[in-house]
C-alpha cells in the first residue's frame, strides 16, 4: 500500500520528492500532508493529471502536477532529494 511504500522512503520535512507516473495524485498528497515534503507528480496521461490538479484544489499542502514523459523529461541535477 502507499503507506507502507512510503514508509520505507525516509522523508524528512522539506524534502522535494519526484512521483513518475503519479496518476490521480493519492501517493502525493499523502506525503505532502503527512510528512511535509513538496512532490511534483509527472504522469503521462492528460486525464489523470487533470483528475489531480482537480483533487489539489483548497489543499493545503505542496504538490504540483504535470504532463510529462519522464523518459524525455529532465530535471536540474538537485532539483529532488
Excluded: H, W
Excluded at 10 to 38: R, S
Aim: charged content about 30%; overall charge negative; glycine content about 12%.
Amino acid at each position: 500500500t502507499t503507506k507502507e511504500f512510503v514508509s520505507k522512503l525516509d522523508l524528512k520535512p522539506g524534502q522535494k520528492v519526484l512521483d513518475v507516473g503519479c496518476g490521480i495524485g493519492g501517493g502525493d498528497f499523502y506525503m505532502a500532508e503527512n510528512f511535509d515534503v513538496e512532490v511534483t507528480g509527472i504522469d503521462l496521461s492528460v486525464n489523470m493529471v487533470s483528475f489531480a490538479l482537480e483533487r489539489a484544489i483548497g489543499r493545503k499542502c505542496s504538490v504540483e502536477f504535470e504532463v510529462a514523459d519522464c523518459t524525455k523529461k529532465a530535471y536540474p541535477d538537485g532539483t529532488f532529494d
